[in-house]
């Protein structure tokens, strides 16, 4: 799966709104997803976490 279909289903709107939290880019979060996908699934739980305090 890739990083943007892993957002998605971790429940964020795009991979750009982890880009846009983290600072790290599209390459690297598709790399993540690749070698380092329980790093990605870290990432995202952390950026879920984030979207939902600001509602």
């Known amino acids: 799966m890739t990083a943007s279909k892993q957002a998605k289903a971790a429940g964020l709107k795009s991979l750009a709104v982890v880009v846009e939290i983290t600072g790290v880019s599209y390459q ?17 739980a952390g950026c879920r976490a984030l979207t939902q305090n600001d509602t």
Not at 28 to 44: D, I, R
């Open 28 to 44: 690297t979060l598709n790399n993540w997803s690749k070698n380092k996908p329980e790093l990605l699934a870290a990432v995202l």
